[in-house]
């Protein structure tokens, strides 16, 4: 497969754990049955394109890109969609967690260029 091919499918695993999360809140501690269960299918098919883009991109680097740009997506789902507010300094941490990934992403030679 193509390094176009399985960054789009880190993409895909990426949007499904920040929809996942975002059910999770939905859910309210699992008190609801369909924001739970779609919850657990969203995290099913995020950890299955993530496995899925292992075969290729190191595990570290693609937990990175996974985990940083999920934490920067639902912050902004959080904010837009629950409301919740950020301060200046969770902001600033957010663009560190961008910074670092355009870093790896860019210089790191573990990635495809």
């Not at 895909?12 to 920040?18: H, L, R």
């Not at 501690?29 to 099913?44: D, I």
């Not at 937990?63 to 600033?92: E, K, M, N, T």
Request: hydrophobic residues 60%.
């Amino acid at each position: 497969m193509s390094p176009l091919m399985l960054y789009a499918v880190l993409i895909v695993a990426i949007v499904f754990e920040v929809l996942g999360t975002s059910a999770m809140q939905a859910a309210q501690h699992f008190t609801r049955l369909g924001p739970t269960l779609v919850m657990v299918g969203c995290y099913a098919v995020a950890f299955f394109c993530l496995s899925y883009t292992l075969r290729a991109i190191p595990v570290g680097i693609a937990y990175a890109i996974w985990s940083g740009l999920g934490i920067v997506l639902i912050s902004v789902v959080g904010v837009v969609a629950f409301g919740q507010r950020l301060d200046v300094p969770a902001v600033l941490g957010l663009g560190l967690i961008i910074s670092g990934v355009i870093v790896i992403n860019i210089f790191s030679k573990s990635t495809f260029h």
